[in-house]
């Protein structure tokens, strides 16, 4: 049930200018994740109310005070998207009994980091699906439980170190596949985003925004912290990701996925890795040759499938 | 006003429907899904204006529960056994958000091994949770009490969940005589859902369920937890007072039964406390002063008034449908916390544990259990804690373990 509204953002100009989310928030300096959210709530606006998992982004708002100018419910780990159920019912059943204007609506996002969304609350957020409903999920996902000192999740990618694969070869796993699983639920709208790409997920969020129905939305974030690097190279390390091609942008609509930045010529992904101390282990004190080209071919394997 | 002959969770129904609720999110467990079932039909035929949600696990049902109430609706849930275990986080959790509504637990025993009929672990297990208690031993007093729960909850001393619980099976599953009062009176007792500040708008941004730093501002926020609880003792007897009033049943935070020159008592919770009550008036034909006091508000736990009703008699039989594992029945210690340090003479108070899963108490029980506490008055010191368990049922057992040693005998014997 997906429409389409006129794009608002055509260059980087066109992007919101003042800036709802206030300052000073607890969150690590460099946050990946934070950029995102800055950008993502311009665009939702303050008539938004967030439901949030445990992660990093639950020191957001601490009592007495909240960044947000709109509104917050913190409910658990598991079942974020459960209490965005509970929220749009009640919303809903308000709408429909007279018992609330139509001005006094709000619109419902679930905010989660990857720890809640690949894992834990991944039941909830299929239940949340299957049943349609009508709210816009956020992950910012920095590949690790971050806010527990950055043992690896389900959305670690291979060889990365985390706080529970220090051994030479990193972390043993492979990064879950979430865009897919969920798409397979045919929500309204799945995509991925970065906050180094702030045009691209504008473009999303407001698309996202026009429709109703799960609008699903991971951000993948860099992290200054987890992933060992000097924040400042934040925005630098977001750009390789996508240049690399080791983070597709993309999204699915009406059972199609559709890339929204196609790299003519990706960037070899060493140049992403060799700046994060995470991967350093690959480089250190001897590269890695069998381990970095078989990322390498997992990324062009990726792009030949869909391609690219 | 009308009788009909419904099962206790007819009743639950019944409860939910007359206290007009919005919302039900729900998630189905044997032995409390006719519950959903009927409220699901209703609305399906139009007879309540509500809406349903079918989650995808008891632990999103609560949160889904508390976040609508939290929003601003009247909300009415159900669960029983695992189910309330796998949602305990978010028992926690949701009272902490001080969201007002009422949710039915239908008493199950838990795994392992896993089982189908009632004792009060479950329930039990949610004892701490900053939910409110009430505890029904008829189908009757299922309807009233969701009617007087959905007023503690939202009253504003109180705003917290309630609980009502039932046993599954006994009243879950069994018929009997109950009057639906008239849609109008009650209405008119129960009110329309108040959200006070409790609520999400455009206009009035708000924050809840924040997280706080240190112990401090949490220790606040969990005692004025506490305190609410504690307002509803009052509260409780105010609204059950107007219940009387209104529709002529009372229903009281303890049940006495036969109670007054007693010089003997049984304490027991639930429908099984029914079993006890006819023993005591089989005892009374015997010649003996003994009467039966039956907590039906467990949290808040009613000290001052198990003091006063417990005070003075010679000795206290309190029978726990549940197992404190490593320590014994769990009434008997709330009892026996609420006794001690009480100025005056105090019962010998004995404990008994039976009733697990179901297992019957038999009158007979309930006479040697009499038996006991008066010869323990007598000697002026509590008997050890006894586990209930016949001669018979323990032969029945050895035949169970019989058939199982020669099945897996044949089982190792071949090639």
């Excluded at chain 2, 039909?41 to 139009?46: C, E, K, T, V």
């Amino acid at each position: 049930m997906s429409t389409e509204t006129g794009v608002r953002f055509h260059r980087m100009k066109d992007l919101p200018s003042t800036h709802l989310l206030g300052t000073g928030t607890p969150m690590c300096a460099g946050c990946g994740g934070l950029e995102a959210l800055h950008e993502i709530y311009d665009i939702l606006g303050e008539k938004t109310v967030f439901v949030n998992a445990a992660g990093c982004m639950t020191m957001l708002s601490v009592y007495p005070f909240t960044p947000f100018r709109g509104s917050w419910l913190y409910a658990a780990m598991a079942s974020a998207p459960a209490g965005a159920q509970g929220v749009r019912d009640a919303l809903d059943i308000l709408l429909q009994k007279q018992r609330m204007t139509a001005e006094e609506d709000l619109q419902v996002a679930v905010l989660t980091g990857d720890g809640a969304a690949y894992g834990m609350g991944l039941s909830a957020t299929s239940g949340a699906m299957e049943r349609d409903l009508d709210f816009i999920y956020i992950c910012y996902d920095n590949e690790g439980y971050g806010n527990t000192g950055q043992q690896f999740s389900a959305a670690t990618p291979h060889a990365a170190r985390t706080a529970t694969s220090k051994g030479t070869r990193g972390y043993p796993g492979y990064k879950k596949d979430l865009f897919s699983i969920w798409a397979a639920h045919k929500p309204a709208y799945v995509a991925t985003v970065i906050g180094a790409e702030p045009l691209d997920l504008a473009r999303k969020i407001e698309k996202a925004q026009g429709m109703k129905g799960s609008r699903m939305i991971i951000a993948l974030a860099p992290c200054p912290t987890g992933w060992d690097y000097d924040p400042k190279l934040s925005v630098d390390i977001g750009r390789l990701a996508v240049k690399t091609g080791m983070w597709p942008l993309k999204e699915y609509i009406d059972g199609k996925v559709v890339h929204t930045r196609v790299q003519h010529e990706r960037i070899p992904v060493e140049e992403y890795l060799k700046l994060q101390g995470r991967f350093r282990h690959l480089f250190e004190p001897a590269r890695d040759e069998p381990m970095l080209a078989e990322i390498q071919a997992r990324v062009d394997s990726y792009w030949a499938a869909v391609g690219a | 006003m009308t009788r009909v002959l419904i099962t206790g969770n007819g009743a639950a129904a019944w409860g939910a429907r007359l206290a007009g609720v919005d919302y039900v999110p729900a998630f189905p467990i044997t032995p409390q899904t006719e519950i959903i079932e009927t409220l699901a039909a209703w609305i399906d035929h139009g007879e309540l204006d509500g809406r349903m949600v079918t989650l995808e696990s008891e632990h999103s049902m609560v949160t889904a529960a508390g976040a609508a109430a939290a929003t601003g609706v009247r909300v009415f849930t159900a669960t029983s056994s695992q189910g309330l275990l796998y949602a305990m986080e978010m028992l926690y959790t949701v009272a902490g958000w001080r969201a007002p509504f009422v949710m039915v637990n239908v008493s199950r025993g838990l795994s392992a091994p896993i089982t189908l009929e009632p004792d009060h672990n479950d329930i039990l297990a949610a004892r701490d949770s900053g939910f409110l208690q009430i505890h029904c031993a008829t189908c009757q007093e299922v309807l009233d009490s969701m009617l007087i729960a959905y007023r503690l909850a939202e009253h504003e001393r109180v705003r917290l969940p309630v609980i009502v619980n039932l046993d599954g099976f006994y009243l879950s599953f069994t018929r009997e005589p109950v009057e639906i009062p008239d849609a109008e009176t009650v209405a008119g007792f129960v009110g329309a859902f108040d959200a006070e500040n409790t609520r999400f708008r455009a206009s009035a941004p708000a924050s809840q369920a924040v997280a706080v730093l240190g112990g401090s501002p949490y220790s606040y926020f969990r005692y004025e937890m506490h305190m609410a609880a504690q307002n509803a003792l009052a509260v409780y007897d105010e609204v059950a007072g107007q219940f009387a009033e209104t529709f002529g049943r009372r229903h009281d935070a303890l049940d006495a039964y036969r109670c007054d020159d007693a010089e003997y008592l049984f304490v027991m919770m639930g429908s099984f406390a029914t079993k006890a009550r006819a023993a005591v008036d089989r005892l009374r034909e015997a010649g003996w002063r003994i009467g039966l006091l039956r907590p039906r508000l467990l949290r808040p736990l009613p000290v001052a008034q198990l003091r006063q009703t417990l005070g003075g008699r010679r000795a206290v039989a309190v029978i726990d449908q549940n197992l404190a594992t490593g320590l014994g029945g769990v009434l008997y210690s709330e009892v026996a916390g609420a006794l001690y340090g009480h100025s005056g003479p105090l019962p010998v108070l004995a404990s008994f544990v039976g009733g697990l899963s179901g297992r019957d108490i038999a009158a007979e029980e309930f006479y040697e259990m009499a038996r006991v506490i008066r010869d323990a008055a007598k000697a002026g010191e509590a008997p050890p804690p006894r586990l209930l368990y016949t001669r018979d049922e323990l032969r029945e057992m050895h035949k169970l373990q019989a058939v199982a040693r020669v099945e897996r005998e044949e089982l190792e014997s071949k090639p």
